[in-house]
């Protein structure tokens, strides 16, 4: 009887710690590994590395950045969505990768609604438009009445078929209903470099790729894609005020989670975020990068991701973009 009674108190025991390792909180003394499927030094990187920092030590917890690019990002976020759900694989997305890819690509290796839960918006990376520092156009305004005057004779740069640049050119030219001729290169950065050599006559840019040329005065920034005047360029005017009223344009930093993901999870992972946001060197960090700290739900970042799908599968379907 006595051995049979220390059997089942042993039993109840190892039941017991077994119940208390299954409840354990997240996250526990192991690393997380956040994958960026862009390149190191991209405006992405930069702000996961940012945030990365500030979150981990809030929680006591390594957190670390591991650059996957390639395929436009494609392979790392493929990486993500095959990792197991248990929180210490995230994924530190674009929105090119979450939005535009799907809509260009019919063979995608996974799906961005169904192999991911959605965790928290980050930042969004503002935008401008860009000339050369010495060209005759100096407002967004000019920029359509002479693409209106000789249509399809003023070409723009971008750093790939179906890359953000060439997708908000192709958004701008649609509201404004004019054609101009597009130029790719291998990246955002050559295609800036390219503006600023006057091998083409405009593009959109990050403003974290354009503003060390804009300060240089190899560039002139004529216009930013944000709804108010941007403190970092007071004098610089909205597309939007200057020529194309109501046109807005950024891309996202966001955080996702392979699909399978606990909810209790995500909602940390994106309180986290949050609590990292509200500290004021980390959005003096993100300002300085062209970045505007956002922090979301992952309710309220699936919400974005399923409307941001829909806006852009209809932009390329209409202008006939494909990826490279």
């Known amino acids: 009887m006595a051995a049979t009674r220390r059997f089942v108190l042993s039993l109840l025991a190892f039941c017991a710690a077994g119940a208390v390792q299954a409840q354990s909180p997240w996250p526990a003394a192991k690393p997380v ?11 992405v990187d930069n702000a996961a590395r940012i945030v990365a920092q500030k979150m981990a030590q809030n929680l006591g917890q390594s957190i670390v950045v591991d650059n996957r690019p390639g395929a436009a ?44 839960e959605p965790v928290s918006l980050v930042a969004t990376v503002e935008w401008g438009l860009v000339v050369p520092a010495d060209a005759p156009v100096r407002t967004a305004g000019e920029l359509v009445a002479a693409a209106k005057k000789d249509p399809g004779r003023i070409n723009y740069g971008s750093g790939g078929n179906g890359s953000p640049q060439h997708i908000a050119m192709a958004l701008f030219a649609s509201q404004a209903g004019v054609q101009m001729k597009h130029v790719p290169y291998k990246g955002a950065t050559q295609a800036a470099m390219g503006v600023a050599g006057k091998e083409v006559e405009t593009a959109f840019q990050g403003i974290a790729t354009v503003t060390s040329l804009v300060k240089a005065g190899k560039l002139r920034l004529i216009g ?93 379907k209409a202008n006939n973009i494909t990826a490279e």
């Open 33 to 43: 590994r956040m994958i960026v499927p862009l390149a190191a030094g991209s405006a």
């Open 73 to 116: 990002g494609l392979i790392g976020a493929g990486e993500v969505a095959k990792a197991a759900p248990d929180g210490y694989t995230i994924g530190g997305f674009n929105d090119s990768i979450m939005t535009m890819l799907p809509n260009m690509n019919a063979k995608m290796p996974w799906d961005i609604l169904k192999d991911f």
């Open 224 to 316: 930013v894609t944000t709804p108010r005047r941007m403190a970092q360029f007071p004098d610089v005017p909205t597309v939007s005020e200057s020529g194309l009223p109501g046109f807005e344009f950024n891309s996202w930093f966001a955080i996702m989670a392979p699909a399978g993901t606990p909810k209790d999870i995500t909602q940390r992972l994106a309180l986290e975020v949050q609590k990292a946001l509200a500290d004021p060197e980390v959005r003096e960090k993100l300002n300085a990068q062209g970045l505007t700290p956002r922090g979301s739900t992952p309710e309220e970042l699936g919400t974005a991701t399923r409307a941001q799908l829909a806006k852009y599968g209809a932009l390329i």
